[in-house]
């Protein structure tokens, strides 16, 4: 599916409802509920964090500009905007877009790391400890950010030898 690229580096597209898939149409309309319409639509987020308008919705030209001005701003200037009526919906897919692109740059950091991980009997003994829910990640997030600093003092006293 070729949708229009509307800028590049903010990851925004542009697509017309007949470019979606039958799959794409029940999961939106489910999402929105009884007696919604598909051109009500006015944008969704791809996995990869891409934004994607709907250019057959009556306010895509103001949805478009509000996107990229969004995407330009600060977390703290967001969250001013997050509530106000008529861009709430907007918003939140928008800042669930980002929050996706964050985390594939988490991802993509971590698989260039030079480091061997977190050693696997680590890792066990971790998750046996904390179970392996998001407090087991994060004692593992605070036991590399630990790793980090020992490496980076090594580093410095390395360098002052």
Do not use: W
């Amino acid at each position: 599916m070729a949708y229009e690229v509307i800028d590049e580096d903010l990851k925004v597209e542009a697509c017309e409802v007949g470019d979606l898939t039958l799959s794409q149409i029940e999961s939106f309309l489910r999402l929105r509920g009884d007696g919604e319409k598909i051109e009500t639509l006015t944008l969704f987020s791809r996995q990869d964090g891409t934004i994607v308008l709907n250019k057959n919705h009556p306010g895509y030209k103001d949805f478009k500009d509000f996107t990229l001005s969004y995407l330009q701003l600060e977390d703290s200037e967001r969250e001013k905007l997050d509530q106000l009526e008529g861009i709430k919906e907007a918003a939140a897919v928008i800042d669930r877009a980002i929050e996706q692109r964050r985390d594939a740059a988490v991802l993509d950091i971590l698989q260039h790391s030079r480091s061997g991980g977190v050693p696997y009997n680590t890792l066990q003994k971790i998750f046996k400890k904390y179970d392996c829910g998001p407090i087991g990640l994060c004692q593992i997030f605070t036991y590399g950010v630990i790793e980090g600093k020992r490496a980076e003092r090594t580093k410095r006293k390395a360098g002052n030898e």
